[in-house]
């Protein structure tokens, strides 16, 4: 497992644009595959978007697709979730989570692949 320690998130107003960060501890980073999810009040956690552990492949869900991108930076092992156009519906605790996967045909994750999950960070996005 690695150690995710998340920064980023706040309050922003709808169309606004927040940046979420996610920093793994140890040299294996490059081995990894990462995910965002996020989790609203009363809500199941959702599955929010993915990267390959190269960064070539990304996934995300139908909700913020085309205002989201994740990326990821294996040189400070960090990954990253731009949002933009921000919704009221984007509002509650994002997490960051990691799982080993070194292939090179990387597929949609499911949340159950994920077994390292950072502290979570709290996005409130208003009307």
């Known amino acids: 497992q690695v150690q995710l320690v998340q920064s980023g998130g706040g309050s922003v107003q709808a169309g606004g644009s927040l940046r979420l960060s996610c920093g793994a501890s140890g040299r294996t980073f490059g081995g990894y595959a990462m995910g965002w999810f996020r989790q609203a009040p009363g809500k199941e956690r959702e599955f929010v978007a993915a990267?390959?552990?190269?960064?070539?492949?990304?996934y995300y869900a139908d909700s913020v697709k085309g205002r989201f991108t994740i990326s990821r930076d294996n040189g400070k092992n960090t990954v990253y979730v731009q949002m933009n156009s921000l919704k009221p519906e984007d509002t509650g605790m994002y997490y960051c989570?990691?799982?080993?996967?070194?292939?090179?045909?990387?597929?949609?994750?499911?949340?159950?692949?994920?077994?390292?999950w950072g502290q979570g960070t709290q996005v409130t996005v208003s009307s």
């Open positions: 989570a990691a799982h080993r996967y070194y292939g090179d045909n990387y597929q949609r994750p499911n949340a159950g692949d994920f077994d390292s």
């Open positions: 990267i390959d552990r190269r960064g070539g492949r990304t």
